[in-house]
T-cell receptor, first 115, second 112 residues
Framework: GAGVSQSPRYKVAKRGQDVALRCDPISGHVSLFWYQQALGQGPEFLTYFQNEAQLDKSGLPSDRFFAERPEGSVSTLKIQRTQQEDSAVYLC?????????????FGPGTRLTVT | KQEVTQIPAALSVPEGENLVLNCSFTDSAIYNLQWFRQDPGKGLTSLLLIQSSQREQTSGRLNASLDKSSGRSTLYIAASQPGDSATYLCAVPPGGYQKVTFGTGTKLQVIP
């Protein structure tokens, strides 16, 4: 597609439920990032993939958070046993690290509400 | 650890005014600096990216400057319009690595 897409756009989960958020990066982009944005805050880094390799997961807040990109394109962020503090917008970005600019292109985000 | 600060947190101006948004960062070893716009309930739209070797970038009514040595960037918006109302975020990756640290943003309201 022309840009980064994410699904679902909105997700309401009951506390304790597992959720899976999907990101489709721009075709050919080797780098993929996940960010968490709480209300009124800037995005916070969660994890980074280069192709299928997860090179940095230092931002994942707990072991309930898991991300994968098995074929180096689509990525899934999974949150197990959701808690209310997980409520946020989850943003995905991709980048063509083959270019000098290293510009990141963002998807529209998935707004997760845990009740 | 890189810290990014944006001042002011919120700004309200009448239509037509020129304005400046500020971004400061603590670690000057950056690869580039990117300014984004975020509309309510939407994702981020890239406005300008300045490479570390550059001092400024321009796109239409927007001009972004970068001073690595002082750890500062400014986004200048000329002749502001109501459609410019949004939150503006600056983002900085450390040198050679794309992991990005964002500021908390400046919420801009342009009043018709």
């Amino acid at each position: 597609g022309a840009g980064v897409s994410q699904s679902p756009r909105y997700k309401v989960a009951k506390r304790g439920q597992d959720v899976a958020l999907r990101c489709d990066p721009i075709s050919g982009h080797v780098s993929l990032f996940w960010y968490q944005q709480a209300l009124g805050q800037g995005p916070e880094f969660l994890t980074y993939f280069q192709n299928e390799a997860q090179l940095d997961k230092s931002g994942l807040p707990s072991d309930r958070f898991f991300a994968e990109r098995p074929e180096g394109s689509v990525s899934t962020l999974k949150i197990q046993r959701t808690q209310q503090e997980d409520s946020a917008v989850y943003l995905c970005a991709s980048s063509d690290s083959g270019t000098a600019s290293y510009e990141q292109y963002f998807g529209p985000g998935t707004r997760l509400t845990v009740t | 650890k890189q810290e990014v600060t944006q001042i002011p947190a919120a700004l309200s101006v009448p239509e037509g005014e020129n304005l400046v948004l500020n971004c400061s960062f603590t670690d000057s070893a950056i690869y580039n600096l990117q300014w984004f716009r975020q509309d309510p309930g939407k994702g981020l739209t890239s406005l300008l990216l300045i490479q570390s070797s550059q001092r400024e970038q321009t796109s239409g009514r927007l001009n972004a400057s970068l001073d690595k040595s002082s750890g500062r960037s400014t986004l200048y918006i000329a002749a502001s319009q109501p459609g410019d109302s949004a939150t503006y975020l600056c983002a900085v990756p450390p040198g050679g690595y794309q992991k990005v640290t964002f500021g908390t943003g400046t919420k801009l309201q342009v009043i018709p």
